[in-house]
Structures are given as structure tokens and as C-alpha cells.
């Protein structure tokens, strides 16, 4: 027969053994998920990242997008606009420090492009426009300066203007037959190089002086039958170019009057646009 003490005894241990496998308040939960986390007293929150104004500049090199102290930006025509990368890093990005996001446009101003972000492999968030990133340069001490534009023939200003008015294109009576020419009236070409709706032209540099791009907006002249759609493309440095069916449209620096059309037919690659009126 079993003694009774001993099982009052028992049950003591049994119940002293429950309460020591409980949480009390205050303590550490259980090896089951009764965990609370408290924060570190002090712990500042994370400050909200202050959205810059960027700033117009007047400079040697004309009005220039600048940041917000008044400093020029610049873009690297060995980026590869919107490839989300910048080729501009180690000792490179000290010299041109990348522009950090967010700003957004000074008003008034129409830029060449929208403003856009990519993150470069440190985390920083670059900003970029019309897809190219941006970039300040150390050499530029006050605002106004321009000392980078040029550097390498890699590094240039971005250009900015008044938001331009619609104008309307004519037609020009030349040697070459009924042509389409700009609002004063001059030949507008097209160039065989370009590819149709490739987004870019082929006439760049000494050529684009030669054969400067017809810059947008621009209208289609009243009861003329254009042979093709007009359209914008926006060249590397920011320039917007008008198209016709898909080609970029210039005009020749050798005209120098309405009914001039002396640069057909150069170089077996340049040609008037013919049109019906």
C-alpha cells in the first residue's frame, strides 16, 4: 500500500515544476515564439530624403540644367542611355560625382528628356535624364562654371531652353521640284545613313554643322500631302529633332535662301523631300 505523504509530496513537485516552466512578466519568452522585441532606447527614426530643385544656369555654354547650389550637371556619352548602369565609377566618380536622387525640374524650364533613377552598385540612387545619368564635376567651383563641358569629347553640358513655340514648315519651289522646307523657308533634307524609326541619327559632330537638325515642334504646312508622318527623336545632347516616316530632318548649311537646293544629292546619301501642294 502506498503512503499518502508521498503522494502529496509528488504532486508539490509536479506543480513547483509547471510554474517554473512559465513566462512571468518581464522575463524572456519561451523556446515556442513567446518573444517581444524592444527597441534600443535612443534609437533615432530614419529621416525622409529631402526631394533637391534643380536649378537654370546662364554660362558661357548657354542656360544649363544645374543642381540645386547652383552647380552645372553633366551627362557622359559613354553611358548607354536607359541601360539602368553608369560607366562612370572608381576614380572616374570622384571626379564627376554622380547627381543623387530625388530632385525634380526648376519651374518654368522644359527639360530635354524626363527625369528618371538608377542605383549604382554602392546603393547610391543616381538620378538620370531622358535616360542618360547625371553628373556634377569637381572642377566647377561656383555656380555658372563649365569647366567639364568637352573634357575627353565625352562630357557635355545639358542644354536648356524656353519651351518653344509650334511652328508651321512650307514649301519651297526649287531646281529639284516642289520640296518641303522649314518656317523660313529653307530645303529640308533627309540623310540615306539614318535608319527609319531607329530612334537615332547618324549625323553627328562636324556633320550635324554641316547639316544642322531640324528642331521640334513643328506643324505640317497647310493642304500639303507630306509623304509620311512627322515625329520627334531626341538626339544625345538633348536636341529634339524632327522626323518625317520615321527619318531625322536637317538643313544644309550651303543654302542660304528659299529655292535653294544645293545640297541634294551630295555625297550620294542626301535628298530633298518632294511634296505635293
Not at 519561451?30 to 527597441?39: D, E, L, M
Not at 521640334?216 to 500639303?224: E, L, Q
Amino acid at each position: 500500500m502506498r503512503n499518502p505523504g508521498w503522494a502529496a509530496v509528488a504532486l508539490i513537485a509536479v506543480a513547483l515544476a509547471v510554474t517554473a516552466c512559465g513566462t512571468g512578466p518581464g522575463e524572456a519568452g519561451s523556446a515556442y515564439g513567446n518573444q517581444s522585441i524592444t527597441a534600443a532606447p535612443g534609437t533615432p527614426a530614419s529621416s525622409p530624403v529631402q526631394t533637391v530643385v534643380l536649378k537654370a544656369e546662364t554660362t558661357r555654354a548657354g542656360m544649363v540644367l544645374a543642381n540645386g547650389s547652383g552647380l552645372t550637371l553633366y551627362y557622359f556619352s559613354a553611358d548607354k542611355p536607359d541601360s539602368g548602369k553608369s560607366v562612370c565609377t572608381g576614380g572616374c566618380a570622384v571626379a564627376w560625382p554622380p547627381l543623387a536622387a530625388p530632385v525634380k525640374a526648376p519651374a518654368g524650364v522644359r527639360l530635354p528628356g524626363p527625369i528618371g533613377m538608377i542605383t549604382r552598385p554602392g546603393g547610391v540612387r543616381q538620378v538620370t535624364l531622358n535616360g542618360f545619368p547625371v553628373y556634377t564635376y569637381v572642377g566647377d567651383r561656383v555656380p555658372g562654371q563649365v569647366t567639364g563641358d568637352g573634357k575627353e569629347g565625352a562630357w557635355h553640358v545639358i542644354k536648356l531652353g524656353a519651351s518653344r513655340s509650334v511652328t508651321a514648315l512650307k514649301v519651297a519651289h526649287t531646281p529639284a521640284g516642289t520640296v518641303l522646307a522649314s518656317s523660313r523657308g529653307l530645303t529640308l533634307y533627309t540623310y540615306s545613313k539614318d535608319k527609319p524609326h531607329s530612334g537615332k541619327s547618324a549625323c553627328t559632330g562636324v556633320c550635324a554643322t554641316a547639316w544642322p537638325p531640324l528642331a521640334a515642334p513643328v506643324k505640317a504646312p497647310a493642304g500639303v500631302y507630306l509623304p509620311g508622318r512627322l515625329g520627334v527623336i531626341t538626339r544625345p545632347d538633348g536636341v529634339k529633332q524632327v522626323t518625317l516616316n520615321g527619318y531625322p530632318l536637317y538643313r544644309y548649311a550651303g543654302d542660304k535662301s528659299s529655292g535653294q537646293a544645293t545640297g541634294n544629292g551630295i555625297g550620294g546619301s542626301w535628298h530633298v523631300i518632294k511634296v505635293k501642294a
